[in-house]
């Protein structure tokens, strides 16, 4: 089945389950997507048992897909610079430094406590899975690939919440972040796993880390500082020339990373805030503009909208191919883990809320909301398919793990989030 084959169905399928999500099921878009094509998938595992040449098919139809390589080149790049041209990136910049230090602190601390509470784990010789092979490197992989939340999801669902501006700047702010280093750290513990922890030293270790981070950041700030120069210079005269334009750096940025070896995540969310600026003009005549035209805002709404869409039914439809090296004692473990994934979370964000607090005013609970809005989506799932084979059977456990971290956040955390607020 070819890409357009594939594209139809999928858009169709967007079409359909948006419909029936706004008709009947009345949810927010993300989880009612997800929902619908979840049921999907269990009608089709369902056939499955009764007529297994459809099952089969379905899944090398999904296994087409490629999703990990899908939203990596092509969906993340789009949909981070729309969320980071939609961010209030004054009140961003007014408060950089607790971003920073709540989206470094906390993924570092959720890959080292998750990882190794999973490694303690899986010694346990009542689970039975000890003998999946899984390395401590490996335990932390995972910890480093569900430790950042995705700012798809998030996004998408403190939009609708009745946040203070400042609040939902830190937490969309945060979620941006966080995401681009959580896949700094991911690549940089796969370095250090495909070259085997005796053959590197802790200076290339940081060496890797600090050229991901930092170049990642310098490209999308230069590229963002000629794009505004650029879309200032078009002054929105030529609406249909700045989308052309903007559609050309996000494309261009993540080829120049990876050759490069930056981080295209940083990089692009870097570039969309630097866009996501106001022109000084006459302001007697004129008052301040915005750097890009109402039109071209409308244009990746759109585009962000489509692709979220597409991004979470993807998901929902994922678990064919997840669940195909299932067993019994991963749901025990996946009880433990949800609990402990959830528990660095709060930790992770808590700790630099309380040191911050004493230099800054924060709202009452903005830990706890920070914490249950740190909703996972499909930047974790793609993470998990791109880890090596050479990990074995506790690929299939690790993947489980994320699939049903996911769930639960954008399921649970989800439709319970506008209660906590």
Known sequence: ???????????????????????????????????????????????????????????????????SDLLFNVMLPFLLFAGAISVNVHELLKDKVTILLLASFGVLFSTFSVGSGMYWLIQQPFLGLNDL????????????????????????????????SITETRIAGESLFNDGIGVVVFLTLLGVKENGLENITAIEISTLFITEVFGGIGLGAIMGFFGLRLLKYIENEHMELEVLITISLVLLLPIISHYFHFSAVLGIVMMGLFLNQNIDADKETK????????????????????LNAILFILIGLEIITIFES???????????????????????????????????????KTALI????????GLSVALALNLPDDIGEGKALILFLTYVIVLFTILVQGLTLKKIV
């Open 370 to 377: 920070i914490t249950w809005g740190g909703l996972r989506g």
């Open 133 to 164: 092979g899984l390395s401590y490197i490996d335990c932390l992989l995972f910890g480093s690939l569900i430790a950042p939340t995705d700012p798809i999801a998030v996004l998408a669902m403190i939009k609708k919440m009745n946040l203070s």
């Open 287 to 306: 008052g301040v503009q915005k750097a890009m035209s109402d039109y071209v805002y409308k244009f990746w709404h759109l585009l962000d909208e489509t």
């Open 1 to 67: 089945m070819g890409v357009l084959e594939l594209s139809t169905i999928l858009l169709c399928l967007a079409s359909v389950f948006s419909l029936i999500n706004l008709r009947l099921l009345k949810l927010p878009t993300t989880i009612g997507l997800m929902i619908l094509a979840l049921l999907l998938s269990l009608i089709v595992l369902i056939i499955g048992i009764i007529f297994p040449a459809v099952f089969q098919t379905v899944t090398a139809i999904t296994k087409e897909f490629d999703f």
């Open 326 to 364: 299932f067993q019994i004692p991963f749901l025990f473990i996946s009880l433990i883990i949800i609990v402990l994934v959830v528990g660095s979370r709060w930790i992770g964000v808590s700790i630099p809320i309380a040191f911050l607090s004493l230099f800054k005013n924060f709202e009452k």
